[in-house]
């Protein structure tokens, strides 16, 4: 996999980011790329990071006694991988790892949350874009919860 | 009295003519796919989107969209069937031989021929898969008349998928896009877990020559038509399939009534333009 | 009623009118039984004025009048011996034409299919008022048209004779002439009587609309109206259209419905509101069915059966676990948006032909009238909060 790295207004969750926000992100920016069935972090670790997805795809997991490692989420091109970097207490909820061979733009968040303490503003701009990230992804994970494809037999 | 009596009242329609199984496969643990051709006349030919009347004489009858394509049009039937009530039980486990009654071609077709030339998306939730059946059919046996073809289908675990073969031989064609996804992975799984919006949402479609053809539970086609609207596809260009409880399947029951709209005689396919504003009435 | 584009029902004129007495009426039903026709019309029973089978004119309900109001309907006797001087009865016509019980087909052991024999005699009604014969005509919109017609209904309704009577005493529930079917009875009766009766006598103002409807009057003996006559009829039926019970509000009901589909109103309806079903039972053009199928015990020969179904049924709208419509007040917005604003997307007209029967049969009293008036002030007061 070689070529430039996307540009981020390319990611939709950027899309409708302003320039000079824009700007101030890409400074924190570089692509990773992960080979197949490589673990990018774990449940518990301080979580630094958030990847915003080119190509392939990444798995949210958790350990499950008795279930072994349990696969909740798939992400792939366009989704945001990792928010727990933005509250406390900054340890990760869950595992991620590769599925397939990923490319990834890796957002440096150390410099991100300084940045957004520096300028309030930018911080809030980011924090609303990311919502809307995290507000989808939770439509979607309650779309799942209503167990449409169940037989009527599922729901009582 | 009057001796010459105009009006021709058509044969019976609410009377089936007897189809027989000739072949039953199992899809999954709740679904058949049943094969039927006529004992006596054939029903006219069945488009994509329209449904028959199944009887199970002395149990009921239900309204079935076809799941066959083309190659199923001298007189044959092929319908998938979940068993989810007595009906499409008994259905369900009709064994090869029995002899059934059906009534069609009823409702409204998925037009198929509208979409020609252009980008054809099929968004299947669990069964829904069924009926878009006929449509991946028509569009690979005309491949060359339309641009890009992609199909999303999601269903509830990898086991519970219809079509596995073709699905597979599908996904392996250079020719068409295919992203399944489970709501709840298996062991063994590496594909997609997620609502069938995610993968949709990923697509990259162009707003200008996109025809959608969504089938599955309801919130599941209103989540779906909502993607597809984010991403700039004209509510006009989104087809759904709606289902009500049908009696008569022409119209003269009143059960199937949606607001102004009778699924059997104004669907089952709708536009998403018609379908959008009474979808979001709650209880109607 | 003839079917469509076969006879054209002109609008009479005072030329053709004629008059004849009481004994002309039962000249009348002697004349179509004779001629093969099983003689429908209303009758005293059960402390109501029922439809049934006449043997003769001397079964109508002569001297007896009717009061009704929301969730009331009593006879009274009257001090004259008028035989249309009430108000519309619990059945209507409809049971005739689309039977409130019918086999569909059976089924043998052999897997044939056996349409069940088609039994519909050639009717005459006797007695069909202006909102009762714009009922018919809307049930035929609803059944007699489109890609499957019901083949049932269409031949019940081919050979009927429809001798229609414009009204002259309204009910306490009628609201007709709101909903513009009447008193005067519209097109598409076969003969129309205009009753009269006082210190001239009781006599009778009748016209032909129909070829059919001429031959039979030709039988009785009658002679032409004069113009104080035709005229004396024509001011009582007038004058019946400012007495109306109640009136539906001159708002343009289907696009208010469109817009108060999430109305507070269909709650507080609901808290009254039985879901007990009279209300469709009784109106002249709900015409819901549902099929049963039934089988011997064997097994090996099955039938299908409709009857009547009603959107209040906690089943109507039944699929695959639940019912989409469970709240009484979602089945109430149903039948109420369906009779009076969805039926015009459906079929081209109201489904409403202001019978009142709907509120006499209520048991809890709803008044269709008075909960379209409310739900347009609701209406009104929304859109004075907006400017």
């Given at each position: 996999?070689?070529?430039?790295?996307?540009?981020?207004?390319?990611?939709?969750?950027?899309?409708?980011?302003?320039?000079?926000?824009?700007?101030?992100?890409?400074?924190?920016?570089?692509?990773?790329?992960?080979?197949?069935?490589?673990?990018?972090?774990?449940?518990?670790?301080?979580?630094?990071?958030?990847?915003?997805?080119?190509?392939?795809?990444?798995?949210?997991?958790?350990?499950?006694?008795?279930?072994?490692?349990?696969v909740l989420q798939t992400l792939g091109p366009g989704?945001?991988?990792?928010?727990?970097?933005?509250?406390?207490?900054?340890?990760?909820?869950?595992?991620?790892?590769?599925?397939?061979?990923?490319?990834?733009?890796?957002?440096?968040?150390?410099?991100?949350?300084?940045?957004?303490?520096?300028?309030?503003?930018?911080?809030?701009?980011?924090?609303?874009?990311?919502?809307?990230?995290?507000?989808?992804?939770?439509?979607?994970?309650?779309?799942?919860?209503?167990?449409?494809?169940?037989?009527?037999?599922?729901?009582? | 009295?009057?001796?010459?009596?105009?009006?021709?009242?058509?044969?019976?329609?609410?009377?089936?003519?007897?189809?027989?199984?000739?072949?039953?496969?199992?899809?999954?643990?709740?679904?058949v796919t049943l094969h039927l051709e006529p004992a006596?006349?054939?029903?006219?030919?069945?488009?994509?989107?329209?449904?028959?009347?199944?009887?199970?004489?002395?149990?009921?009858?239900?309204?079935?969209?076809?799941?066959?394509?083309?190659?199923?049009?001298?007189?044959?039937?092929?319908?998938?069937?979940?068993?989810?009530?007595?009906?499409?039980?008994?259905?369900?486990?009709?064994?090869?031989?029995?002899?059934?009654?059906?009534?069609?071609?009823?409702?409204?077709?998925?037009?198929?021929?509208?979409?020609?030339?252009?980008?054809?998306?099929?968004?299947?939730?669990?069964?829904?898969?069924?009926?878009?059946?006929?449509?991946?059919?028509?569009?690979?046996?005309?491949?060359?008349?339309?641009?890009?073809?992609?199909?999303?289908?999601?269903?509830?675990?990898?086991?519970?998928?219809?079509?596995?073969?073709?699905?597979?031989?599908?996904?392996?064609?250079?020719?068409?896009?295919?992203?399944?996804?489970?709501?709840?992975?298996?062991?063994?799984?590496?594909?997609?877990?997620?609502?069938?919006?995610?993968?949709?949402?990923?697509?990259?479609?162009?707003?200008?020559?996109?025809?959608?053809?969504?089938?599955?539970?309801?919130?599941?086609?209103?989540?779906?038509?909502?993607?597809?609207?984010?991403?700039?596809?004209?509510?006009?260009?989104?087809?759904?399939?709606?289902?009500?409880?049908?009696?008569?399947?022409?119209?003269?029951?009143?059960?199937?009534?949606?607001?102004?709209?009778?699924?059997?005689?104004?669907?089952?396919?709708?536009?998403?333009?018609?379908?959008?504003?009474?979808?979001?009435?709650?209880?109607? | 009623?003839?079917?469509?584009?076969?006879?054209?029902?002109?609008?009479?004129?005072?030329?053709?009118?004629?008059?004849?007495?009481?004994?002309?009426?039962?000249?009348?039903?002697?004349?179509?039984?004779?001629?093969?026709?099983?003689?429908?019309?209303?009758?005293?029973?059960?402390?109501?004025?029922?439809?049934?089978?006449?043997?003769?004119?001397?079964?109508?309900?002569?001297?007896?009048?009717?009061?009704?109001?929301?969730?009331?309907?009593?006879?009274?006797?009257?001090?004259?011996?008028?035989?249309?001087?009430?108000?519309?009865?619990?059945?209507?016509?409809?049971?005739?034409?689309?039977?409130?019980?019918?086999?569909?087909?059976?089924?043998?052991?052999?897997?044939?299919?056996?349409?069940?024999?088609?039994?519909?005699?050639?009717?005459?009604?006797?007695?069909?008022?202006?909102?009762?014969?714009?009922?018919?005509?809307?049930?035929?919109?609803?059944?007699?048209?489109?890609?499957?017609?019901?083949?049932?209904?269409?031949?019940?309704?081919?050979?009927?004779?429809?001798?229609?009577?414009?009204?002259?005493?309204?009910?306490?529930?009628?609201?007709?002439?709101?909903?513009?079917?009447?008193?005067?009875?519209?097109?598409?009766?076969?003969?129309?009587?205009?009753?009269?009766?006082?210190?001239?006598?009781?006599?009778?103002?009748?016209?032909?609309?129909?070829?059919?409807?001429?031959?039979?009057?030709?039988?009785?003996?009658?002679?032409?109206?004069?113009?104080?006559?035709?005229?004396?009829?024509?001011?009582?039926?007038?004058?019946?259209?400012?007495?109306?019970?109640?009136?539906?509000?001159?708002?343009?009901?289907?696009?208010?419905i469109q817009d108060s589909m999430d109305s507070p109103?269909?709650?507080?309806?609901?808290?009254?509101?039985?879901?007990?079903?009279?209300?469709?039972?009784?109106?002249?053009?709900?015409?819901?069915?549902?099929?049963?199928?039934?089988?011997?015990?064997?097994?090996?020969?099955?039938?299908?059966?409709?009857?009547?179904?009603?959107?209040?049924?906690?089943?109507?709208?039944?699929?695959?676990?639940?019912?989409?419509?469970?709240?009484?007040?979602?089945?109430?917005?149903?039948?109420?948006?369906?009779?009076?604003?969805?039926?015009?997307?459906?079929?081209?007209?109201?489904?409403?032909?202001?019978?009142?029967?709907?509120?006499?049969?209520?048991?809890?009293?709803?008044?269709?009238?008075?909960?379209?008036?409310?739900?347009?002030?609701?209406?009104?007061?929304?859109?004075?909060?907006?400017?």
């Amino acid at each position: 996999m070689t070529g430039a790295a996307r540009p981020l207004a390319a990611f939709p969750v950027f899309a409708q980011l302003p320039e000079a926000e824009l700007e101030l992100i890409s400074g924190t920016a570089r692509t990773v790329r992960f080979a197949a069935r490589q673990r990018l972090f774990s449940e518990g670790q301080p979580a630094r990071g958030c990847w915003l997805i080119e190509d392939g795809r990444v798995a949210l997991d958790m350990a499950v006694p008795g279930r072994g490692q349990v696969v909740l989420q798939t992400l792939g091109p366009g989704d945001v991988l990792g928010w727990s970097w933005l509250v406390p207490p900054y340890r990760w909820h869950y595992g991620a790892t590769s599925v397939l061979p990923t490319t990834a733009t890796e957002l440096d968040t150390e410099q991100l949350r300084a940045l957004a303490e520096q300028d309030p503003r930018f911080g809030y701009t980011l924090v609303l874009t990311l919502f809307e990230a995290v507000l989808q992804r939770l439509q979607a994970t309650r779309a799942r919860l209503l167990d449409l494809y169940g037989s009527p037999d599922d729901q009582r | 009295m009057t001796s010459a009596d105009t009006v021709t009242v058509a044969a019976e329609p609410m009377l089936p003519v007897p189809y027989r199984v000739t072949s039953r496969t199992a899809e999954t643990r709740d679904s058949v796919t049943l094969h039927l051709e006529p004992a006596g006349q054939p029903l006219p030919p069945f488009q994509p989107g329209q449904f028959a009347m199944l009887a199970v004489p002395a149990i009921g009858e239900v309204a079935i969209s076809v799941s066959g394509g083309p190659e199923y049009q001298d007189g044959a039937l092929v319908h998938t069937i979940r068993a989810v009530g007595k009906v499409s039980r008994a259905l369900c486990d009709a064994p090869v031989g029995t002899v059934l009654g059906a009534r069609g071609p009823f409702g409204t077709t998925w037009d198929l021929p509208s979409a020609a030339g252009r980008d054809v998306v099929v968004v299947a939730g669990g069964v829904g898969l069924a009926p878009l059946r006929p449509v991946m059919l028509g569009v690979l046996a005309g491949r060359g008349g339309y641009r890009r073809v992609l199909l999303v289908a999601g269903a509830r675990t990898p086991a519970e998928f219809l079509f596995h073969r073709e699905l597979d031989a599908w996904s392996a064609r250079a020719d068409t896009e295919v992203e399944l996804t489970v709501d709840r992975p298996a062991a063994g799984w590496d594909g997609p877990v997620g609502f069938v919006t995610e993968p949709l949402a990923r697509l990259p479609l162009d707003p200008e020559r996109t025809t959608a053809f969504v089938c599955g539970p309801e919130p599941m086609m209103r989540f779906s038509a909502q993607v597809l609207l984010r991403k700039g596809i004209p509510a006009e260009d989104i087809r759904l399939s709606l289902e009500r409880n049908m009696q008569c399947g022409i119209g003269l029951c009143g059960h199937c009534q949606l607001g102004p709209i009778l699924v059997c005689r104004d669907g089952p396919v709708v536009g998403y333009t018609l379908a959008e504003p009474l979808l979001t009435i709650r209880e109607l | 009623m003839h079917s469509a584009g076969l006879a054209t029902v002109t609008a009479p004129d005072a030329a053709g009118a004629v008059t004849f007495g009481r004994e002309g009426l039962d000249r009348l039903v002697e004349v179509l039984i004779a001629d093969g026709y099983q003689v429908i019309g209303p009758t005293v029973r059960d402390s109501a004025i029922v439809l049934d089978r006449l043997d003769s004119a001397a079964g109508l309900p002569a001297g007896w009048g009717v009061d009704t109001g929301p969730g009331y309907y009593r006879l009274r006797q009257r001090e004259d011996a008028a035989v249309f001087a009430n108000s519309a009865g619990p059945q209507s016509w409809k049971q005739f034409l689309h039977p409130p019980r019918r086999q569909l087909w059976s089924a043998g052991a052999d897997g044939e299919f056996r349409p069940a024999e088609p039994v519909s005699p050639r009717y005459a009604f006797l007695g069909v008022r202006g909102c009762d014969l714009a009922a018919i005509g809307i049930l035929g919109r609803v059944l007699g048209r489109g890609a499957h017609p019901d083949g049932s209904f269409t031949r019940a309704r081919q050979g009927l004779f429809v001798v229609a009577v414009n009204c002259t005493e309204p009910g306490g529930v009628c609201f007709c002439a709101s909903m513009g079917t009447g008193p005067a009875a519209g097109p598409g009766y076969d003969l129309a009587l205009t009753e009269q009766i006082g210190a001239s006598g009781h006599w009778f103002v009748a016209e032909a609309g129909s070829e059919e409807g001429a031959r039979i009057l030709a039988e009785i003996p009658c002679r032409p109206a004069s113009a104080e006559e035709a005229g004396s009829a024509r001011a009582d039926v007038d004058a019946a259209a400012l007495r109306m019970g109640r009136e539906m509000p001159a708002v343009d009901l289907r696009a208010l419905i469109q817009d108060s589909m999430d109305s507070p109103h269909w709650e507080e309806v609901a808290g009254r509101c039985l879901t007990c079903a009279n209300c469709t039972m009784v109106c002249p053009t709900c015409f819901c069915t549902t099929t049963e199928d039934v089988s011997d015990l064997t097994g090996e020969h099955a039938g299908r059966w409709q009857r009547w179904a009603s959107c209040f049924e906690p089943d109507f709208s039944y699929m695959h676990g639940g019912s989409v419509r469970q709240s009484g007040a979602s089945r109430y917005r149903q039948w109420f948006s369906h009779k009076l604003g969805t039926w015009h997307d459906q079929f081209g007209s109201s489904g409403c032909v202001g019978c009142g029967r709907c509120i006499a049969w209520c048991p809890v009293g709803i008044d269709i009238t008075a909960e379209a008036a409310r739900l347009a002030e609701l209406a009104q007061q929304a859109q004075e909060e907006h400017e």
